[in-house]
């Protein structure tokens, strides 16, 4: 059985020490910050907190069914990441076609509530280019294409965060 107290483990342990010391600091140098920050006013706050991100306004019905959206693709991520770790490429696929890929684009019949229809054209740019990439990755991965399946995941991914970065909807 292996002791704790063995020379091995030593530098290990005072490796995590080192990281928890440095965590603690980290995060009480950015609590005093941020109190400091409280004194000043409101608006000071908000200059702090620049949003660069374009907001996109929508009718709350619309707004609403994104949201569902955005909710069902971090789900849909959730399960592929889990057939990836299984080597279940074929399930992986299956997924992400059904969950994320063009076929969604035709979902909602009524053209008013279809939240793309409120979007700058380079925000539905980047709705379309997230359902290529899904369908791109379900191609590769019932090909059994482990690399080309993970370079379209990395495309998937890429689309989530640029949409993200630039826009929003409150
Ligand atoms: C075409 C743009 C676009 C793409 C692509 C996109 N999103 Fe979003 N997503 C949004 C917008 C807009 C919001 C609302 C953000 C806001 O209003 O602050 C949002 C919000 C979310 C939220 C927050 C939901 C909540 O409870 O508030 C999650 C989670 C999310 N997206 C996941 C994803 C994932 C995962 C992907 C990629 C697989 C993705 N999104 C791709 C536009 C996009």
Redesign the pocket.
Known sequence: MKNIHSPSETPRTGNKFFWLAALAFLSVSFAVHGASQKDDSGEELDKQFTDF?TL?EMPDKARQI??ED??D??A??NEINRYLAENNLRSAAEVAETG?GRSLLAKYQDEDIRPGRY?PKE??K??W??HYAATEFATAARQGNLQKTLQAYHR??S??V???YS????
């Open positions: 991100r996109v994104l949201h955005m909710l693709h971090l849909v991520l994320m979007m925000m539905r980047i709705g280019e997230l998937i991914t689309a989530c640029a949409c993200h826009y929003r909807t409150r």
